[in-house]
């Protein structure tokens, strides 16, 4: 009886060890997306109503309320995703984003708009790429569906930015 207890505790430590050396990186994988989403969402929201306030085109505005609209919903998909598994949310903008608000928040008018326009050019190819990239490889499920549910809205996103800022 020893032996057919200490034969099934063996096999079941072999077959738990590798997942137990897939969780960690899993789980960093996750945590990094789900850092930049987050911080990335609210950097958006922030800049697109600092655009409300400081952009002269009108289309420079409209494009700044759209971002809050759509990054809010977002923003409050990824927090019902993670609240699910028991994660938390980040809450503050990363550092990348911080910089831009503080110089953007420094410039009004056409100087806001061209510079406004241009970092959301950029900052949309980059976000489009880390979701391709999450809704491709992400082991999670529900951050997966996340990434993959919000590559439409980054598509438009970024074609609008381009527009306007070829403009």
């Known amino acids: 009886m020893r032996m057919l207890l200490a034969t099934v505790a063996a096999a079941t430590f072999a077959l738990a060890l590798p997942l ?18 987050a911080g990335g969402g609210i950097a958006e929201v922030q800049l697109g109503k600092l655009a409300q306030t400081r952009a002269q085109d009108p289309r420079v505005k409209q ?18 995703t993670l609240s699910q ?6 809450t503050e903008m990363d550092p ?10 420094k410039l009004s008018g056409t100087a806001f708009d061209k510079a406004y326009m241009q970092d959301m050019v950029e900052d ?12 491709k490889t ?3 499920p529900g951050i997966k569906k996340f990434a993959q549910d919000s590559l439409p809205m980054l598509q438009q996103h970024l074609k609008m930015a381009e527009q306007i800022a070829g403009r």
């Open 20 to 37: 137990a050396t897939q969780t960690p990186a899993a789980t960093a994988q996750s945590d990094d997306f789900v850092k930049k989403a």
């Open 63 to 80: 494009f700044g309320q759209h971002m809050v609209d759509d990054h809010t919903k977002a923003n409050e998909k990824l927090k019902a």
């Open 85 to 90: 598994e028991g994660l938390s949310v980040p």
């Open 96 to 105: 990348e984003a911080r910089q831009s608000y503080d110089r953007l928040s």
């Open 124 to 135: 949309h190819r980059k976000d489009l790429a880390e979701f391709q990239n999450a809704a």
């Open 138 to 140: 992400e082991r999670d």
